[in-house]
T-cell receptor, first 114, second 113 residues
Framework: AQSVSQHNHHVILSEAASLELGCNYSYGGTVNLFWYVQYPGQHLQLLLKYFSGDPLVKGIKGFEAEFIKSKFSFNLRKPSVQWSDTAEYFC????????????FGAGTRLAVHP | DGGITQSPKYLFRKEGQNVTLSCEQNLNHDAMYWYRQDPGQGLRLIYYSQIVNDFQKGDIAEGYSVSREKKESFPLTVTSAQKNPTAFYLCASLEGAGANVLTFGAGSRLTVL
């Protein structure tokens, strides 16, 4: 069965630190990749997505992610985090067959201390 | 503003009681989804509906039921058969063929006492 693995369940950083959240998936074919973010008390919202083309994808709020096909990875990065980035981050992978097949990772809870 | 409204935001119920969570969207989206979110487990699909009057089981449908009588509404009932109903429930929608980004509601947190 296809799966999505997020390496860290909890990450604690100080403001201005760099962030990298890992995401690996198990499907070998064509995939669409997503990072969603859930800020405290808010809707789950799309941070960025990759469908094709440039494997370095830029999203909202200074986030970016790099698709490395050979590593089945789609890691999320931000060079300098802010307190307002405190949230839970979910990686998701779609490999076709209807969006009922969209698979989410377990999530990474990020806490940024001022 | 277009979006998805879930209610109630918080709900407490006793064991053995059925509970219905509301999900309404004014986005004119065709497909709607119910997910369950548990700490450390991400989002798991309960039920989905791609068109009015039709719905399909997701990965963890046991103990849940849904209906889709109107395009804008997709209520979820958590029945007494659900063994571990305490969770955060998220409703989402998708515009239609070719669409590729889910829109989520704010969620409903159910606690069974």
């Amino acid at each position: 069965a296809q799966s999505v693995s997020q390496h860290n369940h909890h990450v604690i950083l100080s403001e201005a630190a760099s962030l990298e959240l890992g995401c690996n998936y198990s499907y070998g074919g064509t995939v669409n990749l997503f990072w969603y973010v859930q800020y405290p008390g808010q809707h789950l919202q799309l941070l960025l997505k990759y469908f094709s083309g440039d494997p370095l994808v830029k999203g909202i709020k200074g986030f970016e992610a790099e698709f490395i096909k050979s590593k089945f990875s789609f890691n999320l990065r931000k060079p300098s985090v802010q307190w307002s980035d405190t949230a839970e981050y979910f990686c998701a992978v779609y490999s076709g067959g209807g969006y009922n097949k969209l698979i989410f990772g377990a999530g990474t809870r990020l806490a940024v201390h001022p | 503003d277009g979006g998805i409204t879930q209610s109630p935001k918080y709900l407490f119920r006793k064991e053995g009681q059925n509970v219905t969570l509301s999900c309404e969207q004014n986005l004119n989206h065709d497909a709607m989804y119910w997910y369950r979110q548990d700490p450390g487990q991400g989002l798991r699909l309960i039920y989905y509906s791609q068109i009015v009057n039709d719905f399909q089981k997701g990965d963890i449908a046991e103990g849940y039921s849904v209906s889709r009588e109107k395009k804008e509404s997709f209520p979820l009932t958590v029945t007494s058969a659900q063994k571990n109903p305490t969770a955060f429930y998220l409703c989402a929608s998708l515009e239609g063929a070719g669409a590729n980004v889910l829109t989520f509601g704010a969620g409903s947190r159910l606690t069974v006492l």
